[in-house]
């Protein structure tokens, strides 16, 4: 009965390799999000989805594809991985775009070696 | 760009109340604060959040002083495993996204 589940736990993987995270959430929200969480434990917006169309894009490198099949799902696919890459991800959902709740997975740690 | 200012630690002892304060000096009437927690290696929990009341629900109590400059999250009766990085953010009501800063890591020792 998890809200907001996301596959894989962990990720590791070589530079240059190409990967995808997938999101999913079961509480019948419109809007999700993908945030990155660097070894200084910053967390930052990277991307958000309203109805399966992006409303956020926040500088992200274009290696980082998100991908909204439905709404209750969105993956992320990065490209030609890079040292920096590595962080936990966390993918978030919210009923509506604007100042709602976000409710968050439990994050994929990915490290690039 | 943070808009909040949080003491980086704080230690509270089990079964008494956690007092965590926030300053955000700046906040726009149309600004909602929001508190989040993060338990190691977990996602970022809601907690509760508020505009000018005060708030309580299961987890915990919000006060948010009158001028709404600064605001404290009350835990009543904190136990081991409220130990984590609390985040207290400041949102506008069409702000689609959630802006961390370091937040508070609060230890509660038995």
């Known amino acids: 009965d998890t809200a907001v589940s996301q596959t894989p736990k962990y990720l590791v993987t070589q530079m240059g390799n190409d990967k995808s995270i997938k999101c999913e959430q079961n509480l019948g929200h419109d809007t999700m999000y993908w945030y990155k969480q660097d070894s200084k434990k910053f967390l930052k917006i990277m991307f958000s989805y309203n109805n399966k169309e992006l409303i956020i894009n926040e500088t992200v490198p274009n290696r980082f594809s998100p991908k909204s099949p439905d709404k209750a799902h969105l993956n992320l696919h990065i490209n030609s991985l890079e040292l920096g890459d590595s962080a936990v991800y966390f993918c978030a959902s919210s009923q509506v775009a604007g100042g709602d709740t976000q409710y968050f997975g439990p994050g994929t740690r990915l490290t690039v070696l | 760009d943070a808009k909040t200012t949080q003491p980086p630690s704080m230690d509270c002892a089990e079964g008494r109340a956690a007092n965590l304060p926030c300053n955000h000096s700046?906040?726009?009437?149309?600004?909602?604060v929001y508190w989040y927690r993060q338990i190691h290696s977990q996602g970022p929990q809601y907690i509760i959040h508020?505009?000018?009341n005060n708030e309580t629900n299961e987890m915990a109590s919000l006060i948010i002083t009158e001028d709404r400059k600064s605001s404290t999250l009350i835990l009543p009766h904190a136990t081991l495993r409220d130990t984590a990085v609390y985040y207290c953010?400041?949102?506008?009501?069409?702000?689609?996204?959630?802006?961390f800063g370091a937040g508070t890591t609060v230890t509660v020792r038995a």
């Open positions: 953010i400041v949102r506008a009501t069409n702000d689609y996204k959630l802006s």
């Open positions: 700046t906040i726009s009437g149309n600004e909602y």
């Open positions: 508020g505009l000018k």
